[in-house]
């Protein structure tokens, strides 16, 4: 999702839900999309990337799909914890090059 | 624990202050970042270094010189910094500088505050 002005866009979900976060991507060159998960006072943190030559991946308890039609990515996190509130991000890098830009990122909370 | 390591972790500086952030990775990664993130915004580029060299300078003012001493070490350098320049510095670094196909890892920045 987009944050418009100081607000980013919050999923609330009960612990033990699935999350489905979506993003939309601009550049239909991107052809290398990623996901951070960024906690209050750290870094971006690394979970799960794609390629453009695949519509679907999965690692441990997330999903990530790619739908290049429409340029729409999504992330789904299985049995959601409290842990795994935070701020998430997609992010997009264009054919041959190392220009990761970011989309403006949603805040994911878990409630108890 | 982030393999990339920033210091310092909080700078305030005044306006006529030069300091210097660091970032150091010991992965063997050859390109490197700078990105600059603002309160519940994305991070956004700055710079890049590949294979110790400037790639891509977005446009960044002059008042932010980023020096790359080797391969795994990445400066930034700060002069007559303006309020609106307080922000939290991200560093990273990647493996694949040419291709563009692998992620970045991100340190955990320096929180800098102009006076």
């Known amino acids: 999702g987009e944050s418009v002005g100081l607000h980013l866009p919050t999923l609330s979900v009960q612990e033990g839900d699935n999350s489905i976060i979506n993003c939309a991507y601009s550049n239909s060159a991107s052809d290398y999309f990623i996901w951070y998960k960024q906690e209050s006072g750290k870094g971006p943190q690394f979970i799960i990337d794609i390629r453009s030559n695949m519509d679907k991946r999965q690692g441990q308890r997330v999903t990530v799909l790619l739908n290049k039609t429409v340029k729409h990515l999504s992330l789904q996190i299985a049995a959601t914890q409290p842990g795994d509130s935070a701020v998430y991000f997609c992010a997009e890098n264009p054919t041959a090059g190392n220009k990761l830009t970011f989309g403006g990122g949603t805040r994911v909370l878990v409630k108890p | 624990d982030t393999e990339v390591t920033q210091t310092p972790k909080h700078l305030v500086m005044g306006m006529t202050n030069k300091k210097s952030l660091k970032c150091e990775q010991h992965m063997g990664h050859r390109a490197m970042y700078w990105y600059k993130q603002k309160a519940k915004k994305p991070p956004e580029l700055m710079f890049v270094?590949?294979?110790?060299?400037?790639?891509i300078n977005e446009s960044v003012p002059s008042r932010f010189s980023p020096e790359c001493p080797n391969s795994s070490l990445l400066n930034l350098h700060l002069h007559a910094l303006q309020p609106e320049d307080s922000a939290l510095y991200l560093c990273?670094?990647?493996?694949?500088?040419?291709?563009?196909?692998?992620?970045?890892?991100f340190g955990n920045g320096t929180r800098l505050t102009v006076t």
């Open positions: 990273a670094s990647s493996q694949d500088s040419a291709g563009g196909n692998s992620p970045l890892h």
């Open positions: 270094y590949s294979y110790e060299k400037l790639s």
